[in-house]
């Protein structure tokens, strides 16, 4: 960091934003810019190639008014002749065969929801009530203090698990005697 405040990485911001014309520049940054140039080597190459850049964009020819209409017209024209996958409202059904008109695809019918499955808030209920049975079965059953520790020790990530207790008995200790 320089005593003006304007870094290597400012200075390369400032060339990718504003590009090398320096009456583009924001006021506040050209004194700062001006002087990293004048005595950084690194800030001197990145406004030569930021200038190279502006040359040669300058010199690029502009896309004229009928080429960008052809060029819609293409897409256009292509967009119409590709297939759509569409509704199958769109799709009419004649002797048992699926057929569709113009550009589109039909979509195979789905299966016939099952009568016994629930929709709406009954299955959402239904998912919320099973997760809680799951949640207290492991709560009150042993299983929990098997997989948790493995499942910490595979994933690596701390459960809230308390560590077991391990007793160390020193064999050297005269109570123990």
Known sequence: MSNNGMTIA???????VYGSDRT??????????GQLVGRDKAARRLLAEAEALDKALE????PSLAAEAALADRIVATARRSPR???ASNVTVTAGVRRATGNVVPLPSLPARPRWLP???ASAAGMLAASLALGI???VSNLSQGVVPALE?????????????????DLLDEDLL
């Open 119 to 121: 929709t709406g808030l």
């Open 59 to 62: 010199r690029a020819p502009l």
């Open 10 to 16: 400012d200075f390369a911001r400032l060339l990718d």
């Open 137 to 139: 079965f492991l709560g």
């Open 153 to 169: 020790d595979m994933t690596g990530i701390n459960l809230g698990v308390q560590p077991r207790a391990v007793a160390q008995v």
């Open 24 to 33: 583009r520049w924001p006021v506040e940054a050209r004194a700062g810019a």
């Open 85 to 87: 996958m569409v509704p």
